[in-house]
């Protein structure tokens, strides 16, 4: 007689939980604004730049076994609800960082912001998996990252509109104005970030408020006493589908990141498109509204086909189309790479509940060790700006392009073998 009560109210927590799918999906993403525009302002080399996603995606691996911690005392709806207050404080802090112009004080901002992200994570992923069947997990959790796709692809427009405005300098036309006129510059892009992050904690605030308040199933209660007990990170790692899976998402992570962070200085180099950032901050958007078309797709053929193989096959595209972008020059290039995003769409939450299924009461710790795996976007993109500095960037890459081969090697072997629970 409660069943249909039941499932209305775990439909309304989808509903809701997929909006803050998007709230992160736009912080993410205004990264990738962000790394061209600092990258200008204080006159960084591509490694140098390359800090920001090291900084937000490093908060992934040291935060997310507290934030597990976090989960398992207060339950994953009022996880959700300190995730977003969190974020709030990190945005709030881009308030005095450009004030007083410092770059290390972005990057702790940053760490911040992406400490409450990580809680996000961690709360949010497997929750929508245990609003419903582990049969339809996968389609579930592809429908709620389409909205965080969504918000990154919305992220770029919005910041190249407020953020890269202006007119960006390059070093050699910075270095021909006078010592008055660099600091005027300066300051005036530092401080544009200003209004954007203002907005964004007012929004994150009261989205924490409004999801506590809200009277959603926190399942916090259904894995009490002898479960909390019995999972141990040992136990998790007992499954391959895990091991793997952890391997898969750091690389799938890393490669989306790079291509992102670098997506604009790509374009604008006069080898490819030849465009200034700010107009090459208009193609991006083109990147992740391809992993939010690819989204909605996979979400509806995951209910009849094999959403491992599934994940194989679009690997083994991204691969080919990463290796074309290398060896290209001009559109054909720039149009090979935009097209990745497209490929990306389904591999994150495909990844994500493939390495959690079947680990019964490990379930918790296995999210915890796929969300650290999410340092990957940390690691890969700073390696790719070192090879850039080396190499030139259009080389480096090939780094993505080796992890999507291991994420085509991942789908196709679990598309055949589930590790289960036993």
């Known amino acids: 007689m409660n069943q249909a009560p039941e499932e209305t109210k775990r439909t309304r927590a989808l509903v809701i939980v997929s909006t803050i799918f998007f709230m992160w999906g736009f912080l993410t993403c205004l990264n990738d604004i962000l790394i061209p525009h600092l990258k200008s302002v204080f006159s960084l080399t591509y490694t140098e730049s390359a800090l920001i996603q090291f900084t937000f995606f490093g908060a992934y691996f040291i935060m997310s076994l ?22 709030a404080i990190g945005t709030l802090l881009f308030l005095p960082a450009a004030r007083v112009e410092s770059y290390p004080l972005f990057l702790f901002a940053l760490f911040v912001l992406a400490s409450g992200i990580t809680l996000l994570q961690v709360a949010a992923n497997p929750y929508v998996v245990l609003l419903g069947s582990e049969e339809t997990s ?35 036309q910075l270095a021909a104005l006078s010592m008055t006129e660099q600091v005027a510059y300066k300051t005036q892009q530092a401080q544009s970030v200003q209004g954007p992050y203002a907005v964004l904690t007012v929004i994150l605030l009261l989205l924490s408020i409004g999801m506590y308040l809200l009277r959603l ?25 895990l091991v793997l899976g952890v391997i898969a998402l750091f690389l799938y ?48 053929l995951m209910r009849k086909l094999n959403a491992a193989k599934m994940l194989g096959v679009a690997a083994s595209v991204a691969t080919v189309l990463v290796g074309c972008a290398v060896m290209a020059t ?13 490929f990306n769409s ?65 789908g196709f072997k679990e598309g055949h073998r589930v590790t289960r629970v036993d």
């Open 253 to 300: 992570v890393g490669a989306e990141v790079s291509i992102g962070s670098f997506l604009i200085n790509f374009m604008s180099q006069a080898d490819i498109l030849n465009v200034s950032e700010s107009v090459a901050a208009g193609y991006v958007p083109l990147y992740w509204g391809g992993a939010l078309v690819g989204r909605f797709v996979g979400s509806l």
């Open 138 to 172: 996968s389609s579930r959790l592809n429908l709620a990252q389409a909205l965080n796709s969504l918000g990154t692809t919305v992220a770029p427009k919005i910041g190249g509109l407020f953020i890269l405005s202006g007119v960006v300098m390059s070093a050699d």
């Open 346 to 410: 389904i591999m994150f939450p495909t990844i994500f509940s493939l390495g959690i299924r079947g680990l019964g009461f490990a379930t918790e710790k296995a999210s915890s060790l796929l969300i650290m795996a999410i340092v990957g976007g940390a690691v890969i993109p700073l390696v790719q700006g070192v090879i850039a500095d080396r190499m030139g960037l259009q080389h480096a890459f090939l780094l993505p392009m080796i992890c999507y081969v291991f994420i085509s090697f991942y």
């Open 330 to 342: 001009g559109p054909a290039a720039a149009w090979t790479l935009l097209a990745v995003g497209l």
């Open 217 to 241: 199933p926190n399942l916090k209660e259904e894995k009490q006493g002898e479960v909390k007990a019995a999972a141990t990170f040992s136990d998790a790692f007992k499954h391959s589908n």
């Open 66 to 87: 507290p934030a597990g911690s976090v989960v398992a005392k207060i339950g994953y709806k009022n996880s959700i609800s300190a995730g977003l207050f969190v974020a």
